[in-house]
């Protein structure tokens, strides 16, 4: 048994990380129980840099260089997002540990940004539920 005391955050990103490779993590599983090679599963996506930008967007770089967008809708500001609805409280936006992060622990795990801004250029936040990694 591994055990090992981690601060919150680092552990929302492992979790936030292992559940969006879990089918991945499944197969190595049964790999090494079988005595065989896993596959390479990509790391964490670390968020290096990060600016506000006009109409709710922000501009992201991460640590391989990749870099894109995140538009937010006007939808996505309930819950625990309600309060970036300040557009002052939005542009207090930091890097935390290589997630986005703004006071009063409201964060986006980078991960599924990451996979959008790959593949899309830009990531879109509505209120949909999947869509929020926080």
Known sequence: ML???LPRRALELVLDWAELHQAALL???RLCRGKQQPHRIDPLADVT???PDANWTLSVQFADGL???IRFQPDFFTGVFAPLQDHERFAQ????RGAVAWPGNIDLAPDAMYADIRRLGEQVLTGQPADALA
């Open 93 to 96: 936006v930091f890097v935390d």
């Open 67 to 69: 870099s894109g967008r």
């Open 3 to 5: 055990e090992a005391n």
């Open 27 to 29: 197969e190595n599983w």
């Open 49 to 51: 840099a990060v600016r």
